[in-house]
């Protein structure tokens, strides 16, 4: 029984495809949200690997088309022997940045420390997602996997930026990969740089060298934009796209799998009550959040979990019902007294937490206040860091903490919901738990058949909307500002793709 999975689009379709081109002596600066974790990040660790796979330094055995589909990347093929074994082989010719082949070992060398967990690159989350058993080398250009229970999440998990192929570091190649670009310097939490990789199989990049900057007020990133000292920002604010690019800027906008959405804390307060919870998500007007806070640019209003873009999307339509919210709360046991909810003789309040660095989020939860504040809430927001305001949910400090994830950045549908609902789950933050949603998750991630996999995930989203242990807001668009010239920067969906060797200022 040898299957192979079959790519349903093929690479030269969606990605461009890289010709042999002398490189230019152009450099490209670019904004973004966040910077590298040390001066020498490496991919595995944590999630260094987003921004070495977004500047063009690593890559992975599998990848993503731009319509979310799987491709082979270093990969030649990929087959499926049973429900636990996996066997890849590998391109023929492939090349480190230091000149040193890429063979089957190189691939086991690279995953052992993801999965082992006394290494220093250990990391938990692909670890999980991987669930490899053992790996066995066959001859130079074969890896077979075995995984420790049937996991049909498996190719897709490889086309994770952390589950990378590295050769042995060196000092002149302290991240030693396969990319279009190679590793220069980093500096931590500041600079990341990169430069033409002159010997990558599909040619030379047309751009010469590269360097993310962290801004991590999208303000001020508008502004170094407009003072000429960045050439492209990443996730530009949505309310002043129209403006720019109204100029000389060219504008790029792609539907992506980011979630905005709020996490609740399901065993404390008022939120430990679906009824409240449900009446809090129909309260929120979703469409009036895409129109005020993103001008109408930067997302799509969200009934469910994954994007439309994706066949996992439930036809979960978002429900704007102020009226059929309040029913609930008098459900719930609250009661209306001059225009205030009461609940157990006291004022109905609920805590909103947020961050700053993702320039829709603060206007959308003060939007959210509004709503909840019109039907007769109090609402309160506060700006602070990711990891205090998830510690202020775990603690019953908060009730609800606006963020974004990506649902789903390596096309599968196994990964948001079981990082974040799965009663065992580390970032199941709230407590939220529930054997049904357990049970389905478990089934999700052991199903082959696709039809049968669609139909597990539409039970897990028909739960998630009874139940809302979670409530989405709108799945977001990537709003990115360039400098006029620019070409061939690539916006994914997954938001894990930027660099190709094509990237170039125009003649």
Avoid at 38 to 51: E, L
Avoid at 117 to 133: Q, V
Avoid at 244 to 259: F, K
Wanted: glycine content about 8%.
């Amino acid at each position: 029984m040898l299957r192979t999975v079959a790519f349903a689009a093929l690479t030269a379709l969606t990605l461009p495809l890289a010709q042999p081109v002398a490189a230019q002596d152009g450099n490209l600066t670019i904004a973004y949200l966040s910077g590298p974790t040390a001066d020498v990040p490496d991919p595995r660790i944590r999630y260094n690997g987003w921004m070495s796979n977004q500047m063009g330094v690593t890559e992975t055995l599998m990848g993503l088309t731009t319509g979310m589909e799987l491709y082979p990347r270093l990969a030649e093929s990929l087959d499926q022997v049973d429900d636990t074994t996996w066997r890849v082989t590998l391109k023929e010719g492939l090349q480190f940045h230091d000149g040193s082949p890429v063979t089957a070992q190189s691939v086991i060398d690279s995953f052992g420390p993801i999965i082992d967990p006394d290494s220093e690159f250990y990391n938990p989350r692909n670890a999980g997602l991987l669930g490899i058993e053992t790996m066995q080398a066959e001859g130079d250009l074969v890896v077979t996997f075995t995984t420790s229970e049937p996991n049909a999440a498996f190719p897709w998990i490889l086309t994770e930026p952390g589950v990378v192929v590295l050769g042995a570091p060196s000092e002149d190649f302290p991240i030693n990969a396969t990319g279009p670009f190679v590793f220069l310097e980093a500096v931590a939490d500041q600079s990341y740089t990169v430069a033409a990789n002159p010997d990558y199989r599909d040619g030379v990049p047309a751009m010469a060298e590269v360097t993310v900057r962290a801004v991590t007020d999208p303000a001020a990133a508008a502004l170094a934009f407009e003072a000429g000292d960045i050439d492209l920002v990443v996730n530009y604010p949505e309310t002043d796209f129209e403006r720019i690019t109204a100029g000389d800027a060219q504008g790029l906008t792609v539907p992506t799998v980011q979630l905005y959405w709020l996490d609740i804390d399901a065993t404390n307060g008022p939120m430990a009550d679906a009824r409240i919870r449900r009446a809090v998500s129909l309260a929120i007007d979703r469409q009036g959040i895409v129109d005020a806070a993103l001008s109408g640019v930067g997302g799509e209003p969200a009934g469910t979990l994954y994007p439309a873009m994706m066949p996992w999307a439930a036809d979960i339509a978002p429900t704007y019902d102020p009226a059929a919210a309040e029913a609930l709360l008098a459900e719930a046991g609250a009661v209306k007294e001059g225009g205030q909810w009461m609940l157990d003789g006291a004022p109905l309040r609920l805590d909103i937490v947020t961050y700053s660095s993702r320039a829709a989020l603060p206007p959308t939860a003060e939007l959210i206040q509004a709503y909840l504040m019109a039907i007769g809430i109090d609402a309160r927001v506060s700006i602070g860091e990711w990891g205090a305001n998830n510690d202020a949910i775990a603690s019953g400090a908060a009730d609800m903490h606006l963020q974004a994830w990506g649902v789903a950045p390596s096309g599968d549908p196994a990964y948001f919901p079981g990082a974040v609902l799965a009663s065992d789950a580390d970032s199941n933050i709230g407590g939220y738990s529930n054997p049904e949603l357990d049970a389905l998750l478990a089934e999700g991630r052991q199903t082959f058949d696709f039809d049968a996999r669609l139909a597990i995930y539409e039970q897990v989203q028909a739960i998630i909307a009874e139940d809302a242990p979670m409530i989405p807001v709108f799945h977001g668009t990537q709003v990115t500002v360039a400098r006029a010239g620019l070409e061939g920067f690539l916006m994914h969906p997954a938001i894990t793709y930027w660099l190709s060797p094509e990237v170039r200022w125009a003649d």
